[in-house]
């Protein structure tokens, strides 16, 4: 069973760093990719990363030159500075895994980010 983690939200001063951990388990995180996205309130999930089976590595243009995704064998990393308040979310963790009969995609409970301005 693939179950996800996050951890290492809080609340930060804008300018601020954070660096957020997913634990994975039921998986192996070189074979698969990963993903962080975060939700606003009241505004829809969207992307922030991804990193994918060959450590090849995107971002989304807000977060560019501020964030980095890595990961290692148990966990994915998301280290984010230069914080500002617009990065204020709940941030999820996701993994994409390969099924024969079909992508599964998985969830984490999330990790609130608060940056206060």
């Known amino acids: 069973q693939v179950q996800l983690v996050e951890s290492g939200g809080g609340l930060v001063q804008a300018g601020g760093s954070l660096r957020l951990s997913c634990t994975a388990s039921?998986?192996?995180?070189?074979?698969?990719?990963m993903a962080w996205y975060r939700q606003a309130p009241g505004k829809q999930r969207e992307l922030v990363a991804t990193?994918?089976?060959?450590?090849s590595t995107n971002y989304a243009d807000s977060v560019k030159g501020r964030f980095t995704i890595s990961r290692d064998n148990a966990k994915v990393y998301l280290q984010m500075n230069s914080l500002k308040p617009e990065d204020t979310a709940v941030y999820y963790c996701n993994a994409d895994v390969f099924r024969i009969a079909g992508n599964v995609r998985y969830w984490g409970q999330g990790t609130q980010v608060t940056v206060s301005s």
């Open positions: 039921g998986i192996l995180l070189r074979d698969n990719s």
């Open positions: 990193i994918k089976s060959a450590g």
